[in-house]
């Protein structure tokens, strides 16, 4: 069975910056995507970041680009999303997903995804 369990987040001063984590397990993820979302009290959930297992195929929602970096490390079955220069709006609960690479999709809805964790709250404060 699928697993993904995210950690990393917390609450920080505008401008800092966190790392978010999402460790995998249940299956082989070569040819798997990992995706962030984040959703915000009273909003949609909103697609913030994907990256295939492999490495490649990386994408960023217009709102964090330049400000976030997605990874992985393979040999520990973890994502990352690197986020600096946090603001008051980047403030949500963060989740990560996976599902299979689908070739020439670019994967940023949330039905592109099969498996989710459980979310991890980041508040940034002004």
């Known amino acids: 069975q699928v697993q993904l369990v995210e950690s990393g987040g917390g609450l920080v001063q505008a401008g800092g910056s966190l790392r978010l984590s999402c460790a995998a397990s249940g299956r082989t993820f070569s040819n798997y995507v990992v995706g962030w979302f984040r959703q915000a009290p009273g909003r949609e959930r909103e697609f913030v970041a994907t990256i295939r297992w492999t490495g490649g195929n990386i994408y960023y929602a217009d709102s964090v680009k330049g400000r976030f970096t997605i990874s992985r490390d393979n040999a520990k079955n973890t994502g990352y999303l690197q986020m600096n220069s946090l603001k008051p709006e980047d403030t949500a609960v963060y989740y990560c997903?996976?599902?299979?690479?689908?070739?020439?999709?670019?994967?940023?809805?949330?039905?592109?995804?099969?498996?989710w964790g459980q979310g991890t709250q980041v508040t940034v404060s002004s």
């Open positions: 997903a996976s599902a299979p690479f689908r070739f020439g999709r670019l994967q940023r809805e949330q039905s592109d995804y099969e498996y």
